[in-house]
T-cell receptor, first 113, second 116 residues
Framework: NAGVTQTPKFQVLKTGQSMTLQCAQDMNHEYMSWYRQDPGMGLRLIHYSVGAGITDQGEVPNGYNVSRSTTEDFPLRLLSAAPSQTSVYFC????????????FGSGTQLSVL | DQQVKQNSPSLSVQEGRISILNCDYTNSMFDYFLWYKKYPAEGPTFLISISSIKDKNEDGRFTVFLNKSAKHLSLHIVPSQPGDSAVYFCAASLNAGGTSYGKLTFGQGTILTVHP
């Protein structure tokens, strides 16, 4: 049982480049989300989805796009990377109504130069 | 504005003793609280939770206490073990009955070190 799989684990980008962080889960969870972790800030919600075709913004959505075409996948797109987007990104999923008991991936460490 | 705060960046305890991690929140509408544990190079893992209708929840060595009037929760680990050394995040959510369950607001984290 793979759980939540994130790729890549590490990425270095130049300012202005674009990329997609991949997230897949095999637990048939309705809810998927992206968080970023920065020193002294905890984890902050970027975007989330409660099912295929449904997405919404979290606390820090600017500079990021998401889509949810299948239950399993929830990619996060950076259209034009900025140094302020240097962070560790976590994808998480759960069944709806699970009380926030999220299953997290192992994270993607992104550096934007 | 940080709605969930963990004011102690780190905590060091001796193996076998009690570890107490604290968390304060400002939004009185939060109605569900959770603790997550994170090891280096891994994602957070769910540890224990508590609903606002309770003031205590216990799971083995881990107990979470909630003081709604003080807007304060704490995690007690007894006895502490070296394998408990990790970063601990508290988190809170709104609208326990709806789909916003997964929308968590996290604290900054506390690094717990348990010495043998």
């Amino acid at each position: 049982n793979a759980g939540v799989t994130q790729t890549p684990k590490f990425q270095v980008l130049k300012t202005g480049q674009s990329m997609t962080l991949q997230c897949a889960q095999d637990m048939n969870h309705e809810y998927m989300s992206w968080y970023r972790q920065d020193p002294g800030m905890g984890l902050r919600l970027i975007h989330y989805s409660v099912g295929a075709g449904i997405t919404d913004q979290g606390e820090v959505p600017n500079g990021y796009n998401v889509s949810r075409s299948t239950t399993e996948d929830f990619p996060l797109r950076l259209l034009s990377a900025a140094p302020s987007q240097t962070s560790v990104y976590f994808c998480a999923s759960s069944y709806l109504g699970q009380g926030g008991k999220l299953f997290f991936g192992s994270g993607t460490q992104l550096s934007v130069l | 504005d940080q709605q969930v705060k963990q004011n102690s960046p780190s905590l060091s305890v001796q193996e076998g003793r009690i570890s107490i991690l604290n968390c304060d929140y400002t939004n009185s509408m939060f109605d569900y609280f959770l603790w997550y544990k994170k090891y280096p190079a891994e994602g957070p893992t769910f540890l224990i939770s508590i609903s606002s209708i309770k003031d205590k929840n216990e799971d083995g060595r881990f107990t979470v206490f909630l003081n709604k009037s003080a807007k304060h929760l704490s995690l007690h680990i007894v006895p502490s073990q070296p394998g408990d050394s990790a970063v601990y995040f508290c988190a809170a959510s709104l609208n326990a009955g709806g789909t916003s369950y997964g929308k968590l607001t996290f604290g900054q984290g506390t690094i717990l070190t348990v010495h043998p």
